[in-house]
């Protein structure tokens, strides 16, 4: 089957290595539609190369470069919305950065469409109303992250009872820091930040990567997207993400899901599920690795997964406050004006202060994200 797919994030990392997929799956995937943020020539490219008349860029201001004869074009917060409206696509890629690709989402699984979901904040901030819509429409919610589409695919064969998993194992590169005593971590600059050992991503999820937000989010994402508590995730650093995450059943045998680092690996199979397709992707090279290590994390001194442990375990709206919180201190620090070690003060102040609803009712997980946004960012301007 040729899916009919639209790309929200089109010219980001996630959204290029998916058109990198397209390019080479022409006859399983058509694009039918692109949305952007800002960057209307590469949006403009990307349209001519694959054929799409349907468009959306957030700016509204950049809209008129891009209308023509046949072209739909999008803009504002409700632009993606109507983008995915007008195509009816099979599929929807969620790749946009924080919480803007939640109401989109939802459109699109109320017409029935398939998501796959590489914006991780829409299921920490609302998991449950996410999973909850999909289980009721039927479609299927396919993870883009690397470590949930390893899980995903480890989890696809088992005909057992839910209750034969007893630990999710995430792995996790331990970020540019891995190593670096804690006492220096307030020297840490965004240029260190930003260099990623394994993985080239956005700006905001290799902050988060360095900060080990990245790897608490994943635990609350993991959290809703397989319905298991948070005491049965775990997380364990593997410098050379080779391993992208792992199952362990209660006879005590364990599944992997192993490649070469590249997201067109767990994009492709998003696209193609529930099938495989032949691909020109590296495979590995067992001999030329050498070897694969694991090691603890260092949840003392990077108290990121701590604090999204207590958000997953509490629910309500702890965790839409932490990811909040995190957008703004993440932001914060890129633009120099918050410390790095401060990114998890500022979290975890926010936690303390803003008031917690036990509910993940739509309306409740946005008041507590607008809530969780202010609060952190008086904190941050008072340090
Ligand atoms: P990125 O910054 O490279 O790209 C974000 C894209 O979203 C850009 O195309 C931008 O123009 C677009 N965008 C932003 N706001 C928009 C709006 N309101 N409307 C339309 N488009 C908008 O980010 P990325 O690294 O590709 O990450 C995207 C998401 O995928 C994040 O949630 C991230 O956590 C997740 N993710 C990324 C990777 C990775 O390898 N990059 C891996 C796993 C998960
Ligand atoms: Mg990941």
């Given at each position: 089957?040729?899916?009919?797919v639209?790309?929200?994030g089109?010219?980001?990392s996630i959204?290029?290595s998916?058109?990198?997929?397209?390019?080479?799956i022409?006859?399983?995937?058509?694009?039918?539609?692109?949305?952007?943020?800002?960057?209307?020539a590469?949006?403009?490219?990307?349209?001519?190369?694959?054929?799409?008349?349907h468009?959306?860029?957030?700016?509204a201001?950049?809209?008129?470069?891009?209308?023509?004869p046949g072209?739909?074009?999008?803009?504002?917060?409700?632009?993606?919305?109507?983008?995915?409206?007008a195509t009816?696509?099979?599929?929807?890629?969620v790749?946009?950065?924080?919480?803007?690709?939640?109401?989109?989402?939802?459109?699109?699984?109320?017409?029935?469409?398939d998501?796959?979901?590489?914006?991780k904040?829409?299921?920490?901030m609302?998991?449950?109303?996410?999973?909850?819509a999909?289980?009721?429409?039927?479609?299927?919610?396919l993870p883009?992250d690397s470590?949930h589409?390893?899980?995903f695919?480890?989890?696809?064969?088992?005909?057992?009872?839910?209750?034969?998993?007893?630990?999710?194992?995430?792995?996790a590169?331990?970020?540019p820091?891995?190593?670096?005593?804690?006492?220096?971590?307030?020297?840490?600059?965004v240029e260190?930040?930003?260099?990623?050992?394994?993985w080239?991503?956005?700006?905001?999820?290799t902050?988060d990567?360095?900060?080990?937000?990245n790897k608490?989010?994943?635990?609350i994402e993991?959290?809703?997207?397989?319905?298991?508590?948070?005491?049965?995730i775990?997380?364990?650093?593997h410098?050379?993400?080779?391993?992208h995450?792992?199952?362990?059943?209660?006879d005590?045998?364990?599944?992997?899901?192993?490649?070469?680092?590249?997201m067109?690996f767990p994009?492709?199979?998003?696209v193609?599920?529930?099938?495989?397709l032949a691909?020109?992707l590296?495979?590995?090279?067992?001999?030329?690795?050498?070897?694969?290590e694991?090691?603890?994390?260092?949840?003392?001194?990077f108290p990121?997964?701590?604090?999204?442990?207590?958000?997953g375990e509490r629910?309500?709206?702890?965790?839409?406050v932490?990811?909040?919180?995190?957008?703004?201190?993440?932001?914060?620090f890129?633009n120099r004006?918050l410390s790095?070690?401060?990114i998890?003060?500022?979290v975890?102040?926010?936690?303390a202060?803003?008031?917690?609803v036990d509910?993940?009712?739509?309306?409740v997980v946005?008041?507590?994200d607008?809530?969780?946004r202010?609060?952190?960012e008086?904190i941050?301007?008072?340090?």
């Amino acid at each position: 089957m040729r899916k009919r797919v639209v790309i929200l994030g089109s010219t980001g990392s996630i959204g290029t290595s998916a058109l990198m997929v397209a390019r080479q799956i022409p006859d399983r995937m058509e694009i039918v539609g692109l949305a952007a943020g800002t960057r209307v020539a590469e949006l403009e490219e990307q349209a001519q190369e694959f054929g799409v008349d349907h468009l959306c860029i957030a700016d509204a201001s950049k809209k008129a470069p891009l209308s023509g004869p046949g072209r739909r074009v999008y803009s504002g917060e409700d632009g993606l919305t109507d983008l995915i409206e007008a195509t009816r696509p099979d599929l929807v890629l969620v790749a946009i950065v924080g919480v803007a690709g939640l109401r989109p989402t939802l459109a699109a699984i109320e017409l029935g469409c398939d998501i796959a979901v590489a914006s991780k904040e829409i299921l920490v901030m609302a998991g449950e109303v996410v999973m909850n819509a999909a289980r009721k429409k039927g479609v299927a919610i396919l993870p883009v992250d690397s470590e949930h589409n390893a899980i995903f695919q480890c989890l696809e064969g088992h005909k057992g009872s839910p209750e034969d998993v007893s630990r999710l194992i995430i792995t996790a590169s331990g970020g540019p820091f891995r190593t670096l005593p804690k006492e220096q971590l307030i020297n840490v600059q965004v240029e260190d930040a930003l260099k990623h050992p394994t993985w080239e991503m956005g700006q905001k999820i290799t902050i988060d990567s360095a900060t080990l937000f990245n790897k608490g989010l994943e635990m609350i994402e993991a959290r809703w997207l397989f319905e298991i508590p948070m005491a049965r995730i775990d997380v364990v650093v593997h410098p050379q993400s080779i391993v992208h995450s792992m199952v362990e059943f209660i006879d005590g045998s364990i599944l992997a899901q192993l490649s070469t680092t590249d997201m067109c690996f767990p994009i492709q199979y998003a696209v193609v599920w529930p099938e495989r397709l032949a691909n020109k992707l590296k495979p590995l090279d067992f001999p030329s690795l050498g070897k694969l290590e694991f090691e603890a994390p260092r949840v003392d001194d990077f108290p990121a997964i701590n604090l999204a442990r207590q958000a997953g375990e509490r629910g309500g709206t702890l965790p839409a406050v932490l990811n909040a919180a995190n957008e703004v201190a993440n932001e914060a620090f890129r633009n120099r004006s918050l410390s790095f070690p401060g990114i998890w003060e500022v979290v975890e102040e926010t936690m303390a202060r803003v008031e917690h609803v036990d509910s993940q009712e739509l309306e409740v997980v946005v008041a507590a994200d607008l809530d969780a946004r202010r609060v952190a960012e008086q904190i941050f301007a008072s340090k």
